[in-house]
């Protein structure tokens, strides 16, 4: 063979090569504030690597929800309201407002806790507010108080959807006709056509565990179809641990673990988050002001438990992001408290071990919180 047809297929081997995506091995995180000033930042990516973003903006006793989407992760649309009475949607104590979850055919769904401004919280009668964006996909439904009998709620709900048309939201309240922490238990409600009608709510979990009044639980349904819940307990008032529940069929039956133990005599105000690769499903939450986080295992209900930094103070509001390549960020905030802001801090790991890339900022305004997202391109965005 001549040295011209070999230096061909070199050429040609290498053209083929670099038109290949590569991989990032040292992501971007690009840290932005959330349009118009908002705050709350909640994110869900569909299949097609849309973001969409639900936030709160207005007076934190009763304000109200937007929505944006954005198909490249850089440029959000114009935003809708997502509640149509105004000032109903609640702000203070961080983990109140709103959550967001895409389902079947990128359908958009969005839960929150009601404002004072609805139903009587003094007796515990405040509802649980759901709406999902309607076929044109220029408004939203309005909203519905999906509580019938489990009313209570304090910390904020979850929302999950599979692709099957399936939306299950969950929050915790005390069985009816009972007081206090120890009674209170993770309720579920579940949806079979993409949130039209929900069947009326019913115990996950009846396990004594309690749950911690004003800290929020999480809800997140994988690939597979398999349904989780992250909330913290309230045993004895003191042992506030971390459970993580399991749903193999579709929200019928849980099983659960307790996956972090804290003992703690007051509320934590805490949340969790979830988010889902090609192969697993990982979760973060706090525990004993430091957030943790680690992949679940599906087999037995339970997962693993890293700290995401030896060092900070009062870490909390955990979010997560995958990108293509694997890669993980991890983003939470340091320094808040009652009507006081902080800062927001992030840590890339490749399987499971730190890598170079971390950073903060300061700016998170008060009541507020962060969500991550991956871009298309392997880079990271973090909404503060």
């Known amino acids: 063979m001549s040295i011209f047809p070999r230096f061909a297929i070199l050429i040609a081997f290498l053209g083929s090569f670099s038109s290949y995506p590569q991989s990032l091995s040292s992501p971007r995180v690009e840290l932005k504030r959330v349009p118009d000033n908002g705050i709350q930042p909640q994110v869900a990516v569909d ?50 407002g709103a959550r967001i979850a895409v389902g079947r055919r990128n359908n958009v769904y969005v839960v929150w806790n009601a404002s004072p401004k609805l139903g009587n919280p003094a007796l515990g009668r405040s509802p ?8 044109s996909r220029m408004a939203f439904e309005p909203e519905r108080n999906l509580i019938h009998t489990a009313y209570g709620i304090d910390g904020g709900g979850g929302i999950a959807a599979d692709q099957q048309g399936r939306v299950y939201v969950f929050w ?18 579940r949806s079979e056509d993409d949130g039209r009608s929900f069947e009326p709510e019913r115990i996950a979990w009846d396990q004594p ?25 309230a045993q004895e008032m003191v042992h506030r641990d971390m459970y993580l529940l399991e749903s193999l069929d579709h ?31 990982f979760a973060a939450w706090e525990t004993e002001r430091q957030v943790r986080f680690g992949p679940i295992d599906p087999a037995n209900a339970n997962a693993s438990d890293s700290a995401v930094s030896p060092d900070g ?26 009507k006081r802001g902080g800062s927001v801090h992030w840590q890339i790991f490749d399987k499971g071990k730190r890598t170079g890339n971390s950073g903060s900022v300061d700016g998170v305004p008060a009541w507020s919180l962060v969500a991550a997202y991956a871009r298309r391109d392997g880079n990271f965005v973090v909404l503060y």
């Not at 649980?128 to 076929?135: A, D, G, Q, T």
């Not at 915790?172 to 409600?189: D, L, M, Q, Y």
């Not at 004003?214 to 997140?220: E, G, T, V």
Request: overall charge positive.
């Open 47 to 96: 299949q097609n690597g849309t973001v969409h973003m639900v936030y709160f903006k207005g007076d934190p006793p009763q304000g109200d929800l937007f929505y944006a989407r954005s198909k490249d992760g850089e440029k959000f649309s114009d935003p809708i309201r997502v509640n149509s009475l105004p000032g109903t949607a609640i702000a203070i104590g961080n983990i109140r």
């Open 128 to 135: 649980i507010l759901f709406s999902r964006l309607n076929e």
């Open 172 to 189: 915790h309240a005390p069985i009816p006709g009972k007081r206090g922490e120890e009674f209170r238990r993770v309720w579920v409600t």
């Open 209 to 233: 565990t309690g749950a911690c009044g004003c800290c929020s639980l999480d809800a997140f349904a994988d690939r597979e179809g398999r349904v989780y819940v992250l909330f913290r307990s």
């Open 251 to 281: 929200g019928s039956t849980f099983r659960g673990s307790d996956i972090s133990k804290w003992n703690l005599s007051y509320c934590a105000m805490s949340s969790e988050a979830f988010v889902s690769g090609r192969a697993e499903t």
């Open 313 to 338: 103070a009062n870490q909390k509001y955990p979010s997560l992001a995958l990108n293509r390549d694997g890669l993980l960020l991890v983003s939470w905030t340091e320094g808040m408290g009652w």
